[in-house]
């Protein structure tokens, strides 16, 4: 029905290859370096030396499309060809960051190539790609539902030479990690503007700037992320320099737009695989337990379960895929709906196909010794991140009916 | 992602206009001439007329795969090409029949096609293919679990030259139909076979045999489903001549499985089309209706309840695109996996989306003025039709536990 | 933790033993005198016998409450006591008009009780209280959304003497009936009332009135309902005297009001029983068919699905009992949110439950030689009578969020 | 329906003011000293505050029952009457402990009451009393399924005068924390035993006994549970005195069998508080957010799942209540159905019921902020606690097959 280019072929064996050589075996040393960690936040020895692998084998910024293939050491990759590469990926949580194609980052360096001034792209975006440093997007914010971009309060606002930045912000993403050298910041400099959507602007802050104050790593589910880290911040008279402004005063939305499709759809496919991953260990699983005589494989209920989420998974991943093929064709804004289909219905149901891994694997499924609860945590999460599933299926559901009650 | 041939893009569009010219402008009339009939079984003077337009339209026998060309008036259809036209004509429960597609009749031909000698084809299938008859398969039975084919136990005995069975049946599809001329029907005629796939036999045996008996017409959730219908059936010494034997002695079982894969999926296809119609229905619907001061479509739940059953929708017609793709390549055995994951979610799925369209309907919804009931039938019966949904997830789950617990 | 009073536990005793004798034996013999009638909405010669049995017996209208035990031969039951009355008697479908406490009648019955002058009751009540003629409770139109009973079109106007009715009605339950002598029929009698619930009242109006018209049966999911019926009506000119009104002018909001509370109830106790008994039936199934050399109660899946079902039949059951209890200490209106959450949770829950055991008796589940697939669909329907789920939901949510969002 | 003796509902409104006065205001005081803590493992000093002052208002050891009661200073309090106290400690996951009633001391307690001799009581029972020591039940392993206890393979052999134990246990609850002086520990005397109920036997062994290692802390869904924790332990060669063996060699089966019902239970309360809580604060926040012009409790779609919600909470106590009534009138063992059903669908009812409110909180209702996410943690973890689900589901499944299948 469907084939991945030959260039995509082959970067995924080779990818498995990697995996299989380099990544899976060192889980259990990943988990022991971070837990041993003097900081939790720092980077792990480990990491630097796979980047360093990785890269040396060509398995480096596969997120870059062809479109800004003059930013990669590669011809770039199609949504569509990158989705199994991701997948891949996504079946060890922190595996993406060896291959320099983790969130948030791929989606803050695809700002800085599109909307970035070459000033920009020679200060931030050129560190970023060779995984030197990284990077946060503060966007969402505590005391209101920012789903609604219209919402955001964090105030820009000009004095003389420079922007003026005072607000909160949450959950941004690799604030807390140490190597974190650039805010890609959203906020209001023109709150009274009555074009809602010409309102906010988004500006670059060095980490080091006076008043950028990260208060606490937040927990999901239990969860730190760390060393990357979801933290509670606060801006208080924090001042840069005009340039710093990405794309042009009052383009914030069009900014934020253009960054959130490919990101919400990588999302899925590394939930995708995490969840292909907990169905084999269930798999393997349910053949070597044995209770009341019969060993769990045995059992109809478990057949059913083991069924119906090789079915869904099947299905996720078909649907992602085809959302990626009309995104290449026609962009994001034309693929609205499918990247709305695929945001709400992918984690739910991979939430439920992992959960049903983990109940297989009895109390020990919930723990630590194996990645299920981490990715169950993920894709909780992802019915959350780049906005809660109720906003995209509003948005969603208005689009079909629109399409379909026309006369 | 995919594209379907020109070919079969130059029939949909052909299909579509005749479904918009002629199928459904004539709804309301054939609920009419059914309710007035006098004999409900006989067929309607409306689809006698629809079927001669259609076959003058070339729009004919289009299940036929390009392996069987040669029974047919075109070059055939892969199961890929077929499936848009399977969906659309399932937006209209009684259409197929109008373009000589309609279950069981063209399972029942396959069997001919692949399984009948040249006097077995001349006698039944000629007629078939012109749409003459009608047929009926005759494999479930009241007393026995008959989705585990060894429990069958209608008995096919050998008399001199004669064959001569007793047993009972249910669920014979087509059997009330007063065109149907011809019953395949299964039964045992080695019930000591060591080997128990040996043990079982298919035979031909016309309607007016003696000892045929139709007893009754069963319903499923209150709907009979004329003309065609559901029967109970009893065959007492019946005699047919030892050449209605279908393919020889003691290969019942093996017609069965080579019968039942396509069959299944075309089920699914017609089923995401009578779904596929009913979220247009309810798009329209809530866009005209108003409570408590809005119309339903400005309720943020009716959203989320249209844009669930959009992606539920998309899902399952990609799994199945997928599952036809894989049985056009590798034939239906190696296809097993992906028909056992469409039989088994693409039904309760579509089940579900239809009962969220028929409630936005309100009490409306539930009768015969909408097409969702009797589909919302259909779709509850497919988890039972070729087998309870159990007896495929056991046998996915096998398969899938099998695949990724090897060393 | 509850124990029903004495009386309703003799009372329990007497009506299971009747079931034993007189209903269950009779379940085919009532199928047969339905499916072999010349009308299949007159009265059956059995349901005549037995009614007469259930009335000598002491097993009468036992719907009715202490508080109008005056119209009774008894003292009047409370709704927690006749929870399990309705509940036996709802196993069997059409068994609660043997004991005349069947819907809509009972509704019916109660309005009459309350609002009806003595010439109303001499004249339709007593007849009723009899058994000896039946009633329908005009309301829902088939082009408005009636859950808000602000949208009813139905013109009542007065002409002198008289009322004139113009306007449709649909899913009017028994109008069928060839026994109903008595519609009573809201409308709006003073559309520009400013106070929207005052704008309606109930008329009675006696079958035969010229101008009344019965267009056709309705189907919910392919049934009938017959004899009962569910009837598109139209009512042309339709004059009736100015005593025929209820209550008094305006006042028919108020009869909506009073009357749905303990009819939801009622619905949900029944469908229980009907859910209790396709349980029972899936129990006795399991152990009695054999597939792939074992019987079904042997899967683990079918023990998780009976273990599921029980549980759940057991929650319905102890919401209602709490409603009921609350129902008869303050009254509906105190236990609007119990009624609410009752009649919004129970029919949902019941379907479900009834779907699984229809599944665990293969095709067979879905056909009129089980009861179970006639209880789905009064299930599926109750989610629609008295209006759709969502609105009584909007309703509790919202009664809910002010309880405990108040400072 | 039912009511509290007027004991219990004494105690629950003292009880609800201590809540008021002393633990909601301290949660933020409590999380602050927890993440302060040099030791997570070590009692904090506002708990033993706390319980200081519960002890001195009375509310102390509220879990013993009227026949245990000459544990306790005061008469017991049946299931029943303790079921609404269990809700309301577990509004707030750490309370239970302040009020001596926390799992899985209670059931450790239960057991010294029940099994223990005057010198064993004397030694641990009174000091667990008192809440100066802390207690663990050691009886899952992890190599294998334990909720088969067939299964566990620690050894205890008689050396001499002294009980010799070998094995490895996990999800030893309480383990961790620095007061835990007693390990009551499960394992297998006799082996070969032809009845494998009498194979086991438990024994004491205090802390500090040479050969028990505590080897690590386990997370579920990320939670250590600190300062309880639930942890990895290893015996070897640990040795005891022989009066250390719990009633006699070969009845650990039967004291796992007593110990564990009115615990499930126990459990569900909780559930059912930390999820009744969870609803309160949904129904707090959607009046206060505001997104796309409209506070939150406008969408029809939080109403909906409000409403659903409250229904099931309401539904989950019902069960539990009946459970409770059950068990105080024919024990544990005839209540074993109301049990395994409250066992089974209460955790997931309230799993259900906690994430929809903690989606209504947006990004932030997953993080230490609220309750919630503990709470999910909490009723997820439920779902594993004695034994997976489906293994209760088996046995419910069972009996109620057994019940409704006999002549």
């Avoid at 606060?234 to 005009?242: A, G, K, N, S």
């Avoid at 045995?298 to 009309?326: D, F, G």
Wanted: negative net charge.
């Amino acid at each position: 029905m469907y084939q991945f280019s030959e260039r995509s072929q082959q970067v995924q064996a080779k990818l498995q290859s990697f995996m299989d050589e380099h990544i899976y075996p060192n889980e259990e040393n990943y988990a022991r370096q971070l837990r041993e960690a003097e900081d939790r936040w720092a980077p792990l020895p480990l990491m630097e030396e796979l980047k360093t692998r990785a890269r040396a084998a060509g398995l480096w910024n596969l997120f870059i499309p062809p479109g800004l293939a003059e930013f990669a050491d590669h011809d770039g990759f199609s949504n569509f060809d990158y989705a199994p590469l991701a997948e891949t990926m996504g079946r060890v949580l922190w595996s993406p960051e060896v291959f320099n194609c983790s969130a948030p980052d791929t989606g803050n360096m695809e700002v800085f190539m599109k909307y970035g001034t070459e000033a920009q792209q020679a200060k931030w975006l050129t560190p970023l790609l060779k995984g030197e440093i990284r990077s946060a997007y503060a966007m969402t914010e505590p005391q209101v539902a920012s789903s609604d971009a219209t919402n955001v309060e964090l105030r820009i606002e000009r004095d003389g030479e420079e922007w003026v930045l005072n607000g909160r912000k949450w959950f941004t993403s690799n604030a807390m990690h140490t190597r974190t050298a650039i805010f890609i910041v959203m906020g209001k400099s023109d709150p009274n503007n009555e074009n809602r959507h010409l309102q906010q602007s988004q500006v670059l802050v060095p980490r080091e700037t006076p008043g950028v104050e990260v208060m606490r790593a937040l927990t999901t589910l239990g969860y730190d992320d760390a060393p990357l880290g979801h933290a509670e911040m606060r801006f208080t008279d924090v001042r840069v320099p005009l340039e710093n402004m990405l794309l042009g005063e009052g383009r914030g939305f069009e900014i934020a737009q253009g960054r959130l499709g490919p990101g919400r759809i990588h999302h899925c496919m590394r939930l995708i695989g995490i969840a292909q991953r907990s169905l084999e260990l269930a798999c393997q699983r349910v053949v070597s337990r044995t209770t009341f005589g019969r060993t769990l494989d045995r059992h109809q209920s478990v057949r059913e379960e083991i069924s119906k989420s090789y079915s869904e998974i099947e299905m996720a991943r078909l649907l992602v895929l085809k959302t990626c093929a009309r995104m290449d064709e026609v962009g994001p804004k034309g693929a609205m709906d499918l990247i709305a289909a695929s945001k709400t219905s992918v984690p739910i149901m991979m939430q439920t196909v992992i959960d049903r891994c983990m109940q297989m694997h009895g109390a020990g499924g919930l723990t630590e010794d194996y990645c299920m609860a981490e990715g169950f945590n993920y894709a909780r999460w992802c019915r959350q991140a780049d906005g809660p599933d109720q906003v995209h299926q509003m948005a969603l559901g208005k689009m079909v009916i629109n399409r379909f009650s026309e006369a």
